[in-house]
């Protein structure tokens, strides 16, 4: 658990939760960051719904409790009066590791096979509670968006020696989260980054697979993993719909408010808009760019067998003209082999070399026709 109280100008990490129930114990232009595990979260819950009801008046709704806790949930958005919850999902390890059990008992899903690019393709839910006064997120158990977040608030937001601000009010507004849905957008920001980052790999892989499905000099055998691209492909396209739809949902219930009557509240309210538009913006960008890959990987299918099937009409059309060549040779050999007592030639003493000749001479025609005919021409 990592507790994080976040004003405009400094940001502190507090080591517990049970100080900040005190009244006044976070200060009043202020709010909290509370960045849990599922398994934290399951065991501190009554804490944390304690802590949420002295600074918010409320606590979460027990169905909510129990999507932030659902580790196969979808992204998805849903909301009340006094907070908002968002479910979205990132990309697990790389390695496989920190793989969470899925929700009653079951064992926990085994490592996706094939290259190391794919067995990236594998994600587990973020959910966000976004009160007036807090944000509650709960993560996998790396944690490791919410470390790497934590590290870039603290260092945007960690005072110099003498006990300063380490930038001006101004400057360092602009670098700390302003409320808990700016730093909320931040975060899936965060999150959203590894999925650009991901489909360069993957780029390159299929691309590395298309170079050898298009040269018809190659044997491809890797079918099984192409296969595997191709569906996580089409998971990865159904996990940025289900993004989409729930930034898409976050976006409709913001201009669904009443519009703030002060300058600073007002303009609070644009910069979240554009941060959400700007998210929203990201997320098809990854879903334009997968179903350019899917595209190109049943194109790729397309031009390998449309390949093999032009170098087998060249190996058929070769064949053809052998045949077609010899055909006359085979002829004029089984006109001599017939069992005939006078045939012509066959009782002369150069009748063999006659008939020798005159096959040489059919073959050379043949092919020479055959070559001005361009059947025996090579396909580049």
């Given at each position: 658990m990592r507790i994080f109280e976040i004003n405009r100008s400094q940001v502190s990490e507090h080591s517990a939760l049970t100080p900040l129930t005190v009244p006044g114990a976070c200060g009043a232009g202020g709010y909290l960051w509370i960045s849990l595990t599922r398994e934290e979260f399951r065991t501190s819950l009554?804490?944390?719904?304690?802590?949420?009801?002295?600074?918010?008046?409320?606590?979460?709704?027990?169905?909510?409790?129990?999507?932030?806790?659902?580790?196969?949930l979808p992204s998805h958005y849903d909301y009340t009066s006094q907070y908002d919850v968002l479910v979205f999902r990132r990309l697990a390890n790389g390695n496989g590791q920190g793989q969470e059990a899925p929700a009653g008992g079951a064992a926990p899903?085994?490592?996706?096979?094939?290259?190391?690019?794919?067995?990236?393709?594998?994600?587990?839910?973020?959910?966000?509670?976004?009160?007036?006064?807090?944000?509650?997120?709960?993560?996998?158990?790396?944690?490791?968006?919410?470390?790497?977040?934590?590290?870039?608030?603290?260092?945007?937001?960690s005072p110099d020696d003498r006990g300063a601000p380490a930038l001006d009010v101004r400057a360092t507004s602009s670098r700390v989260p302003a409320s808990p849905s700016d730093l909320m957008l931040r975060v899936i920001n965060q999150i959203v980054d590894g999925y650009l980052d991901l489909r360069r790999e993957l780029t390159k892989q299929l691309d590395h697979w298309q170079t050898e499905l298009i040269d018809p000099r190659s044997r491809f055998t890797n079918w099984g993993a192409l296969m595997e691209a191709r569906q996580s492909l089409h998971h990865l396209d159904e996990i940025c719909e289900d993004q989409r739809a729930a930034m898409q949902d976050w976006i409709d219930s913001l201009e669904t408010l009443p519009v703030p009557k002060g300058e600073t509240e007002r303009r609070e309210r644009e910069l979240i808009m554009i941060r959400s538009r700007d998210v929203l913006e990201h997320i098809e960008r990854v879903v334009h760019h997968v179903h350019r890959l899917e595209q190109n990987a049943e194109t790729a299918v397309q031009m390998h067998f449309s390949v093999q099937g032009h170098?087998?009409?060249?190996?058929?059309?070769?064949?053809?003209?052998?045949?077609?060549?010899?055909?006359?040779?085979?002829?004029?050999?089984?006109?001599?082999?017939?069992?005939?007592?006078?045939?012509?030639?066959?009782?002369?003493?150069?009748?063999?070399?006659?008939?020798?000749?005159?096959?040489?001479?059919?073959?050379?025609?043949?092919?020479?026709?055959?070559?001005?005919?361009?059947?025996?021409?090579?396909?580049?």
């Open positions: 009554a804490e944390v719904q304690q802590i949420l009801q002295t600074l918010c008046l409320t606590q979460l709704v027990d169905l909510h409790v129990a999507d932030l806790l659902n580790d196969q899903r085994l490592p996706r096979s094939g290259p190391p690019v794919l067995r990236r393709v594998d994600t587990r839910p973020v959910g966000f509670a976004a009160f007036d006064r807090v944000l509650l997120s709960v993560h996998p158990e790396d944690g490791a968006v919410r470390d790497a977040f934590a590290a870039r608030l603290l260092a945007a937001g170098r087998a009409n060249d190996i058929m059309r070769v064949l053809t003209v052998l045949t077609a060549v010899f055909l006359p040779l085979n002829l004029i050999a089984g006109i001599f082999g017939m069992n005939f007592e006078f045939i012509p030639l066959v009782h002369k003493a150069d009748g063999f070399w006659i008939a020798m000749t005159s096959m040489l001479v059919i073959a050379v025609l043949l092919v020479l026709i055959f070559w001005r005919k361009r059947y025996l021409a090579r396909t580049r």
